[in-house]
């Protein structure tokens, strides 16, 4: 446009001329080059360019402002819609679920994402990157996205986010909805009816415009990228979906910035490849529920309080309430209730327990008034005028007709074809119902207030006309079958249910089947419901929906749906706690009905404690039924499927689960099942996407060197898995190269167990040179392998450069004196290695001496094993003089070394200097009665032990008192184990005299120690004067039958929360 054109467009420019200038703005002409003219200052100017202080511009944005309303409502936006999850695509559960579903399968949690604020939803993330063109915002209904959008618009009206960009234009389906054919010009006009006053509209060049595009799941028509035709002409008027198409390809305004909002379902008509950023609002979080609940009832503190307990106790309802529009509806359902003042044994007024009973209580709440009839007794509903009767059935109508239609959005016209009286719009019954909004093109949009509001008032009209109905009422006055009776259109809409594959039918059937039962009824009797009729309906419904729950993979989300039907809402809850059993103990693994898979995949579903933990075994031979409950199995945090003889095939079908993109799971055992190196690669496709497990257990399988191989290879690449067990897999040493070879390269995995490999003195070569590079490990474990003395010193070399690895496990591996002196070399130089178990080896005395030379020098090592081994009392004597300089050890395992007195004299001796070992175990050690009295000496001065290990260590009645007299002088030990020795009644009674002013000790093991009842009824009657003692065990004393019962009396008497085993 020419300088002159401008001046001209100034002083006297007509609404078109002005809407052509921005529409050109918009579609990338006339913006840039050198028609651009130059303001006084020198600063570049356009049609569309005024500084951000024009009064015009102002005024715009106050339009904005008032057109977005003042601040947050109720449970309004806080950090949950400012800082939104940036997700990568939309997961299978958000494609083909029920929104309900979908937050109950996922408990309410949003995905593990990063987060991204609202001032930078559409700015780059990165220094490399560049800024999305085309931002789509997901969420499920009533989460808040319409909120979230006027949120952001009045913002960036406030001058607050988004700053560069010159000019915002917020747009909702709901207004798109009034238009048949519309042209980007027109839609310009239809957003900014001010950009026809004289005088310019957007900031200075280069101006960024974005376009909003709230609720596409709310449009009349869908998306159809693939057989839309090109449109780049502003002026041209095309079908409205057309329309929206081409802006996102960008064929329309190209250099425009496009924001969608919309549920995930709908979200998926949108190619992936057109969409440069996805983000999506979570729900609210506990402490937003108690603020949104607190504030509907800000003058009744008491009644706030009721209404937080009750959605606190009921898992199912507080997990629905993380939806903000539902979070109001029930917690309006909720005060109702509360209000009535429901006595103890008013079953009627009882808490409701059911989704269904929440929408009841609200129906009950919107036809009687509320705040009406406030006694103890029901509320008298029956009393009701029939024109709220007629207003609720006709609502109905409207409701189920459109949920079938998917139409969630209605406008006069709509009304007026299913009966609705519009003069009853602005009633407080219709209120409580129906939402009303203005649209840009001045007619009024309404929609229910949440989405479930308008399946239960559709599923409350399929169940009234469905008892006087000749024809499928799905049909909507088409030709069908003659269907009379209810259960005939009860099974129709089942059969609908289990057929739609997005499930959108699926709460619709739950409400369907929540009317019948007992309480609903009641509740609704003589309103919605004729009194008692659901009596004859009850069990002929629970009986079709069985028939209907027998699992098919591809409606195995369906089937879970059906049987939620049959337990909670048509309350046959008598069913869940069997299948509880049977999930918690295994007792799927012999069942291959495809009901009780079923049942499996719904308590996933409905239990926190099943999915925390799930043990569902549904057998091998059950691959197909195994598919019913994948996508309950994405969601469970941990899963164990041990002992199920699951071989390669099973593999692949888990394997598929865990390479969902919404998989959570976090820690998967296998252990003892039939695996082969087939079903370790099907696993390790998984690895190289999945992106949530962090613990694979695969012990006692049979993966081979192959097998490793494809796991190794997978860690190379994974990022997420820290914990990893190959134990009894016959990997051999080419197993153990693999793994050497992920380790060179793997900075995520810390845990590594490869007992019972096979595994030689080249394998642990292997891992050694691995170990020199790897800074991550944390925990090797190579016990019962074969490495020798050749093995161990190549380990011992990694050791010396390694500053990861915290623990080494080398038990039973034929180490000699040879090995453990190159160990001692490397624990000098080490100084991460906190733990080190050389059980079962072949140390001997001079072994002995190389350690505690290690000891001395070590600041770190705070484990030692040594257990069974060949220490002799020469042996010990040598660690026990570094144990009394080394500052660090915490734990020492000397068991079974062949030690006598002498050796326990010189630990003695070293308890005494020691303030760091903290627990000493000396079991199957002849220590006997003068050794433990040694031990017994520095107990009355050491203040750091807190657990010593006794047991068959040769023990008799001297010891036991020696033992007694330290222990009423010791305050910080707290664990003694003196099973298997012979102290005695003697013994028994000065252990008795100790406890009665020990405060300490909270574990006593005096099994197997020949006190016969005496002895131990004097250690019960000692426990009425000691407060601290939680366990003891007196079993193998032959206290015989009612000694037993004396004692029992005893310590209930004198210390009821001691346990005791006899």
């Known amino acids: 446009m020419r300088k002159q054109e401008v001046g001209t467009g100034r002083e006297a420019g007509s609404p078109a001329e002005q809407v052509k200038a921005l529409v050109d703005r918009l579609a990338g002409k006339g913006s840039q080059g050198p028609q651009a003219t130059q303001t006084p200052d020198g600063t570049p100017e356009t049609p569309l360019g005024p500084h951000s202080s024009d009064s015009r511009t102002q005024r715009l944005r106050e339009a904005l402002l008032s057109r977005t309303g003042g601040g947050p409502g109720l449970g309004g936006p806080g950090h949950r819609l400012t800082s939104l ?56 209904a009533g989460v808040g996205k319409t909120t979230l959008v006027r949120h952001f618009v009045r913002l960036w009206a406030q001058g607050q986010v988004s700053k560069d960009f ?22 310009v006009r239809a957003v900014l009816p001010h950009v026809g006053e004289p005088g310019p509209v957007l900031a200075d060049p280069p101006a960024r415009v974005l376009l909003i595009l709230d609720g596409l799941d709310e449009g009349k028509m869908p998306l159809d990228f693939s057989n839309t035709v090109a449109c780049s002409d502003p002026q041209k008027e095309i079908q409205v979906d057309h329309l929206v198409t081409n802006l996102i390809r960008g064929n329309l305004f190209p250099e ?39 504030q509907m009832f800000l003058e009744d503190q008491a009644l706030s309080g009721r209404v937080l307990s009750q959605v606190r106790a009921n898992r199912a309802l507080y997990l629905m309430c993380t939806i903000p529009a539902f979070c109001r509806v029930a917690g309006a359902a909720l005060g109702h209730w509360a209000r009535q003042g429901p006595g103890p044994q008013d079953t009627e007024l009882s808490p409701p327990a059911t989704l269904c009973e929440i929408y009841a209580w609200y129906f009950r709440m919107a036809l009687g008034g509320d705040g009406q009839d406030k006694g103890p ?123 739609a594959e997005d499930g959108r039918l699926d709460v619709f059937l739950r409400f369907l089947s929540g009317l019948l039962s007992p309480r609903v009824n009641a509740l609704l009797a003589g309103a919605l419901l ?30 879970v749906n059906v049987l939620r039907c049959r337990c909670t809402s048509l309350q046959r809850a008598e069913l869940a706690p069997a299948w509880r059993r049977h999930l918690g103990g295994g007792g799927l693994a012999a069942s291959s009905g495809p009901a009780l898979t079923v049942a499996l995949a719904y308590l996933l579903q409905v239990s926190d404690a099943c999915a925390q933990e799930a043990k569902p075994v549904p057998g091998s031979s059950a691959r197909p039924r195994s598919g019913a409950c994948c996508p309950q199995l994405l ?22 689960v865990l390479s969902g993109k919404d998989c959570r799971i976090e820690k998967l055992s296998l252990a003892e099942n039939q695996i082969g190196n087939k079903g370790a690669r099907a696993l390790a496709r998984s690895l190289l996407v999945n992106r949530s497990l962090t613990a694979l257990d695969l012990r006692c399988n049979n993966i081979g060197p192959p097998g490793a191989k494809a796991l190794a290879d997978a860690l190379k690449i994974n990022r997420t898995l820290a914990s990893l067990s190959l134990q009894s897999n016959t990997i051999k040493d080419d197993g153990a190269r693999s793994m050497a070879e992920a380790l060179a390269s793997s900075r995520a995995l810390s845990v590594l167990h490869l007992q019972k490999n096979t595994i030689g003195p080249l394998g642990a070569r292997q891992m050694a040179h691995a170990l020199k590079q790897n800074r991550s490990l944390k925990e090797l474990m190579f016990s019962s392998n074969s490495l020798g003395d050749e093995g161990t010193k ?19 591996n034929s180490i000699s004196d040879a090995g453990v002196a190159a160990l001692t070399g490397a624990l000098c130089a080490n100084r991460t290695l906190l733990s080190l178990n050389l059980r079962e080896n072949s140390i001997s005395p001079d072994g002995a001496q190389a350690l505690a030379r290690a000891l001395r020098a070590n600041s770190t090592l705070q484990n030692l094993d040594l257990a069974a081994n060949l220490l002799y009392d020469q042996g010990a004597r040598a660690i026990a003089a570094a144990v009394g300089e080394n500052r660090a050890l915490t734990s020492l395992h000397l068991q079974w070394n062949f030690l006598q007195a002498g050796a326990a004299r010189a630990l003695g001796g070293a308890l005494q200097l020691n303030r760091s070992l903290a627990s000493l175990d000396l079991q199957e050690n002849a220590i006997g009665d003068e050794g433990a009295s040694a031990v017994a000496s520095a107990l009355k001065a050491n203040t750091a032990l807190t657990a010593l290990h006794l ?44 406890l009665k002013v020990n405060s300490s000790l909270r574990r006593l093991n005096l099994q197997e120690n020949s006190l016969g009842m005496d002895g131990a009824i004097c250690v019960a009657t000692a426990l009425s004067g000691n407060h601290g003692l939680q366990y003891i065990n007196l079993q193998g004393n032959h206290i015989g039958d009612s000694g037993a019962r004396m004692i029992s009396e005893a310590i209930k008497a004198n210390a009821p929360t001691c346990t005791v085993e006899m």
């Open 635 to 656: 969601y469970c945090r941990g899963l164990r499927l041990d002992a199920n003889q699951f071989q390669d095939p099973a593999m692949e079908l888990l394997g598929s």
């Open 256 to 294: 425009v910035s496009v924001w969608v909002t919309s549920r995930p379902g709908a979200a998926g008509q949108i190619p992936g490849g057109l969409v440069d950023r996805m983000t999506e609002i979570r729900g609210f979080n506990e402490e937003e529920v108690t603020l949104c609940l607190e």
């Open 951 to 994: 047991q068959v260590a040769s023990i008799g009645a001297p010891g036991a008192q020696a033992l007694g007299e330290a222990l009423a002088v010791n305050r910080t030990l707290e664990i003694l184990d003196l099973r298997g020795n012979a102290i005695g009644i003697a013994g028994a009674k000065a252990l008795a005299n100790a």
């Open 166 to 187: 010159s000019l915002v234009l917020p747009m909702t389906f709901r207004e798109l909805n009034t238009y048949e054919k519309l042209s980007a010009h027109r839609l």
């Open 377 to 499: 007794g029901s509320p008298r509903i029956e009393q009701v005028a029939q024109g709220g009767r007629k207003m609720v059935g006709t609502l109905g109508r409207l409701a189920f007709h459109g949920l079938v239609r998917k139409k969630y959005v209605f406008y006069e016209q709509d009304l007026k074809a299913f009966g609705v009286d519009l003069a009853l719009l602005q009633s407080p019954l219709c209120s409580c119902f129906l939402q009303r909004e203005e649209t840009a093109a001045s007619a009024a949009a309404y929609c229910f207030a949440h989405l479930s509001l308008q399946e239960f008032a559709a599923a409350a009209y399929y169940y009234a006309a469905a008892r006087r109905a000749i024809f499928d009422l799905f049909t909507e006055g088409a030709v069908s079958w003659p269907r009379l009776g209810f259960l005939a259109h009860f099974r129709a809409a089942a059969q609908r249910a289990m057929q």
């Open 794 to 812: 190549a380990l011992a070399e990694a050791l010396k450069v390694n500053q990861g690895l915290e623990s080494l496990d080398l038990q039973s």
């Open 530 to 559: 004729a009194p008692d009729e659901h009596q004859a309906h009850r069990a002929p419904a629970a009986a079709l929906l069985q028939a209907y729950g027998t699992p098919r993979p591809p409606l195995g989300a369906r089937a």
């Open 85 to 140: 999850l940036l997700v990568e695509g939309l997961s299978d559960l958000q494609l083909r679920e029920h929104d309900f579903t979908q937050v109950e399968t996922t408990r309410g949690a949003g995905r593990s994402a990063r987060t991204v604020g609202l001032d930078q939803l559409f700015q780059p993330l990165s220094r490399v990157s560049v800024p999305p063109r085309v931002c789509i915002t997901v969420g499920v």
